[in-house]
């Protein structure tokens, strides 16, 4: 079962275009250091400190973000593990460069803390193709069936669901609940909820039809011409990338399983299908292995390169730096909301606390 938000398409191109608007007018900084990075990198360590602030930074920012998140005692990492290194921080402000849901959720976790962005602007495609309103009468439509939720979603949507999973986590939560003979609507990723009915068996399931914008662009016959040039290497994919894609990988993963993979596989080459950040980290914990990312169209990205989310592209050193300085671009999530939100994101910390 899917619904098909018909303007989706148009929405995405809207919203493209205000990404690539939006880049034009805020002043980027390249990823080759260079004087003027140099000086922004050491303002924001100096601001860093002098706020009790600390930064958090997804695996699909810039390299030049990354590192920063690093060499100042904070994290690079997946939004399931931004949201616990937020928990256990003692900094008083939390500053998230990744998309609006990671501030949000940030923001639910630790609404006694300030969260601040580098931009305020950058979202995500699967976040805006799941309407709350659209959603809730959906659910409330099918009001027999546990509403399983990613992460990549407004905090609207968390608070009207029963859990909020992460790709890490969200096989493992379903199987579970599939095994309590639980009906499942999921959303919004499709790809990815049908990657998991598949794995579980989960019979029951509704899937909403979102899209990763940036995963979607994977192709799938250029894929195997790649893996017929590389016989030797092997296919990491992101469980956001479509089926037929999946189907032809050899490690079916989060953005955390598929460095894990790459550091331990025995392959000395691997084709990655999913956004080309991730190599920052992947190329530091595994330096003598080969990296290929796997073929796109280049229709989802921006003209900077292929599979790089452009919303993920928004952050720069140069918004970083303003937010600090002027405590802008703060994340804000209504009280009665964080509460209502923070259910099912604490069911999803419990149960990988139970697992442990
Ligand atoms: S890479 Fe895809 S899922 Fe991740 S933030 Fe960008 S649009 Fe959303």
Not at 31 to 56: F, G, H, M, T
Not at 105 to 114: C, H, S, W
């Amino acid at each position: 079962m899917a619904l098909l938000n018909k303007n989706t398409e148009s929405e995405f191109a809207a919203e493209r275009a205000f990404v690539k608007d939006y880049l034009d007018r805020v002043p980027q900084t390249c990823s080759q250091p260079d004087a003027k990075s140099k000086e922004y990198r050491d303002k924001i360590k100096k601001l860093l400190v002098e706020r009790n602030a600390v930064l958090v930074a997804h695996y699909y920012t810039s390299p030049e973000l990354q590192s920063l998140a690093e060499e100042t005692g904070g994290m690079v990492a997946d939004s399931l593990e931004m949201a616990r290194f937020g928990t256990q921080s003692s900094a008083g402000t939390i500053v998230v460069a990744g998309v609006k849901f990671m501030g949000e959720t940030a923001k639910i976790l630790n609404p006694e803390k300030t969260i601040l962005m580098p931009t305020l602007e950058a979202t995500c495609s699967l976040d805006l193709g799941c309407p709350v309103d659209t959603f809730a009468q959906f659910c409330d439509e099918n009001s027999d069936h546990e509403v399983v939720v990613y992460a990549n979603t407004s905090a609207e949507v968390k608070a009207r669901s029963d859990w909020v999973v992460t790709s890490a986590i969200a096989l493992d939560v379903v199987d579970f609940l599939t095994s309590q003979g639980k009906a499942i609507i999921w959303a919004p990723d499709k790809h990815l909820g049908n990657y998991i009915q598949k794995q579980t068996g989960a019979e029951d399931m509704l899937i909403w039809d979102g899209a990763c914008i940036v995963h979607e662009e994977f192709k799938t016959r250029a894929l195997d011409d790649m893996r017929h040039l590389h016989p030797n290497a092997a296919v990491l994919a992101h469980p956001e990338s479509p089926m037929a894609v999946l189907e032809q990988a050899d490690m079916v993963g989060s953005t955390t399983q598929i460095i894990k993979a790459a550091c331990e596989r025995p392959e000395k080459m691997f084709i990655v299908a999913t956004d080309a950040g991730i190599f920052y980290k992947m190329q530091q914990m595994a330096p003598d292995k080969e990296l290929i990312l796997a073929p796109t169209a280049g229709e989802g990205a921006t003209c900077r390169s292929c599979a790089n989310c452009p919303w993920m592209g928004m952050n720069s050193l140069a918004n970083l730096y303003d937010s600090l300085l002027n405590s802008s671009h703060e994340v804000l999530v209504d009280a009665e909301l964080c509460e209502k939100a923070m259910l099912p994101l604490q069911r999803m910390l419990d149960f990988r606390k139970n697992q442990a």
